[in-house]
């Protein structure tokens, strides 16, 4: 049985941490898919659009690695994919909070799903989409933080504004 993954999260934008979660993913699973959340109610600086083709951009070395995305329920979505397994990264001891609450949630909401939780390397701890936001659209440099597809797109985005 093929074991397949599914990585959910805002991506906006991706950074090398969330980079780094799908590579150890794509080590551990037969394949995996990165999911874009595609949610209403939450303010995006990127359009789904532009979140997966930067995801898309970022996954080219990697064959079983797919970027797709969903809206609704996140176990529905894992079922009809026929996954088993979420993955989630976590960086520090107060991602916990919030990744046990949604883990917990999730498991109630279907029992089959397992919520498995990966580390990034130690540079990448410190790293979030938000604060990588704010930096763009100070002006500075994102290439520390990002792919380079994704710093020019920062770049363009913030200068655009
Ligand atoms: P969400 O809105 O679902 O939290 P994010 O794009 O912020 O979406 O994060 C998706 C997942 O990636 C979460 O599990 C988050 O903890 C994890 N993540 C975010 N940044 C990093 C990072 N620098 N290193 C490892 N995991 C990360």
């Known amino acids: 049985m093929r074991r ?8 906006d934008p991706l950074t090398r941490g ?12 037969d394949h995996v898919i990165v999911g874009v ?21 970022a996954i080219r070395g990697l064959p079983n690695v797919d970027v797709d ?10 079922k009809r994919k026929k ?7 976590l960086r520090v001891v107060s991602d916990m909070d919030y990744e046990f609450q949604l ?12 919520t498995v939780f990966l580390m990034p390397d ?3 701890t410190y790293l979030a989409s938000s604060m990588v936001r704010e930096v763009a659209r100070l002006g500075a440099a994102t290439d520390q933080f990002v792919t380079p597809f994704v710093a020019r797109r920062l770049k363009l985005k913030f200068r655009a504004k």
Do not use: C, W
């Open 83 to 89: 996954a088993r397994v979420l993955i989630r990264g």
């Open 37 to 57: 959340s595609n949610n209403a109610s939450k303010k995006h600086v990127f359009s789904v659009s532009e979140r997966i083709e930067m995801v898309e951009e």
């Open 69 to 78: 995305t969903f809206s609704g329920l996140l176990v529905d979505y894992v």
């Open 122 to 124: 130690d540079q990448h």
């Open 4 to 11: 397949i993954a599914v990585y959910p999260g805002s991506f």
């Open 103 to 114: 883990a917990s949630f999730n498991r109630r909401l279907n029992k089959e799903v397992e």
């Open 18 to 29: 969330h980079l780094d979660i799908i590579q150890r993913a794509s080590r551990i699973f």
